[in-house]
């Protein structure tokens, strides 16, 4: 409590109390949020909860890192799930990890794209069929490799944003991310909700790469993501492209 003097001739003293009002509750803009409340996510997560109620190993379950001898600490899994835009950025955040992993998944997917055979739709494509042209002869392998495949769609599909918001959205971790939406009452694209899942899931494999090692980081992903799992990125992908090319017939 502070005292000021209120006019020159009375002299009384009165009791000025200054308060403010911090808000609880779904974010508001404009009002200041209470700062207990500032660390839940988008669900109602409390940051600290995630170690104290079994959270951490939901997620390390979910992203299946016991099948391949993977043991990364609770504080490196709380910083893949935490985005850079949760709390003003106070909390470990995993965007140098998502760079990293990201980089890693997209060599990984280059590899795993220039591996597969060259199919009749390839051929057709630089006009040419299968009975009049070899795929050396149309330029799509060189060494074996099927260079043809680099950049195309299918190939930027299987490491989308979309897609990998998709990985993370079928093992159920999407609850467990901590992050700020721009607008709560707005859509998930507005909002760039599969960017944030997917820096989850670079985050992982970055972590992965630095404190497991490359071999490691290559079994994980091009088993884990790459397999074909119903809820692999390969898998995933298929299934985007399938529907894809479903409402462009419509």
Excluded at 105 to 134: D, F, I, N, R, W
Excluded at 221 to 242: A, Q, R, W
């Amino acid at each position: 409590m502070s005292f000021t003097k209120i006019g020159l001739n009375l002299g009384t003293k009165f009791g000025v109390r200054n308060g403010s009002y911090l808000h609880v509750g779904t974010r508001v803009r404009g009002l200041k949020r209470d700062p207990a409340e500032s660390l839940r996510n988008p669900h109602g997560l409390h940051y600290d909860s995630l170690s104290k109620d079994g959270h951490l190993s939901t997620a390390k379950k979910g992203l299946n890192l016991g099948k391949y001898g993977i043991d990364l600490p609770d504080h490196i899994i709380t910083q893949c799930l935490t985005h850079k835009s949760f709390a003003q950025g106070i909390k470990p955040y995993n965007q140098k990890l998502s760079v990293i992993g990201g980089h890693f998944v997209k060599y990984q997917a280059c590899l795993h794209s220039m591996e597969l055979p060259v199919s009749q739709k390839q051929l057709l494509e630089v006009g040419q069929s299968e009975a009049t042209m070899s795929p050396e002869a149309a330029g799509l392998l060189v060494n074996g490799l099927n260079f043809g495949m680099l950049g195309k769609g299918s190939s930027k599909m299987l490491i989308s944003k979309q897609s990998s918001a998709e990985f993370i959205l079928r093992r159920n971790l999407e609850k467990l991310v901590f992050w700020n939406k721009r607008d709560m009452q707005k859509s998930h694209k507005y909002n760039g909700e599969y960017t944030v899942l997917q820096t989850v899931l670079n985050s992982v494999v970055g972590s992965i790469y630095l404190l497991q090692g490359q071999e490691k980081a290559t079994e994980y992903v091009v088993h884990e993501l790459f397999g074909n799992s119903p809820d692999s990125l390969t898998k995933i992908s298929e299934d985007l492209l399938t529907a894809k090319d479903t409402a462009e017939k419509i």
